[in-house]
């Protein structure tokens, strides 16, 4: 048992505070200057804060009445569309492990059936793993195909050289193809985004898919307590960060008051200063604006048509080699750099097949060439993948999306292409 939280605003709170009292709750004095009011009732203490948020503490007896509150609160819903689509990331501003992107599809008949644990769970206090373990479990127990997400895993790597909302956009333009990949012809659909300053190759991406299709699109700021489709993308991206920080602090001697750290937190800068590990590819280096970042370009080495582009000798080509764990150009044999980064946000789904698995397993364990991709394993084969999708360097998929990465043995080389399969679209 966990309390809840609810976001208000002023009005709701005086339609609540009544409903609380009608139901024979009893006023008391706040105890802060936060606190608007305090109502006792059911085993639980209700209070109101000047943030606009209602809590409740924990009580088995107040359940009907959390319920009362869920269908008084609403949750922003405009009933004509057939789809939500909402999308948030955590972790950006930490110094430990990936970005999680997430986007949610939940179909409009589905929302009643939403557990009240995901609608509005107590974000109040901050929780140990042992909670988000939780959250995650019945999250996975009601997936199904009127209510499922797709996660994403921006890397350290990445963050240290990019720009980190372009790379948010490219991330968010993958997750919303596929999402929407599945869906019927001129259904009409919600997308929400979190505003993180959404930029104009995301934007014009919308735009376009808008007037294609029936959806309209909102960029809004504190969306998780605006939208349910946003709060629902935020607590999984949340649960699944939370699964990888607990592999991270255990696998990297992390203390556990600093693995959810900024860069204000002087006692973690003071303990990285100290810290070292031979193979730091979770730790994020770069911050402040000091740091130059580039723009992610190697975006325009997969052409519109999925083909490969070699800078050294122009040629286009459907395959790209993976050789001593650099991708090199079939024709000139020079290396493709960043052609993994193009990959990774084309489709970031490689499939894996009985004879590739070995060399990119090794592949995996060597380099992190391949890290941030979701694979797709035979059931028996996904055991070796677990360990590093546990600390957050890849994903296990259980079925590819439309557009995914094959890969095949051949020779001293494994050949990876991107293929779209239009019987799923
Ligand atoms: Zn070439």
Redesign the pocket.
Known sequence: MYGRTWKLNGNKSKEIRGYLLRKGGIEESPTNPYELWRIKLKGSTFVYYTSGKLYSTQSEEAEEIWKEIDSLVGDNLDLSKDYFIGFDEVGKGEVFGPIITCGVLIKRDYISQIPSELKTPDTKKSHDFEYWGRILSIINKHISDVFFYAIDLIQPREIDRFNINQLLDLSYTKLIKRLMEGLPLGVEARVVIDDYGVGEGLKKFLEKESKESNFEYIFAIDSEDKFLEVKLASLIAKAHRERILKFLQETYGIPRNLIKGNMSNKKLELFLVNYSHIDSWFIRKSFGNKVKKEKPSFYNLISEEGKFR?F??G?ENNEAFLRNYKFV?P??D?EMKDLDLAMKYHSGVIKVDKESFEPILEVIKNSHLLDGFGFVVDHALKGYFIYYENIGRILTLDKPPSKYITSRVKGDVVVFSLFRNVDNI
């Open positions: 070699c050294f000798c040629k150009c024709f000139c020079k």
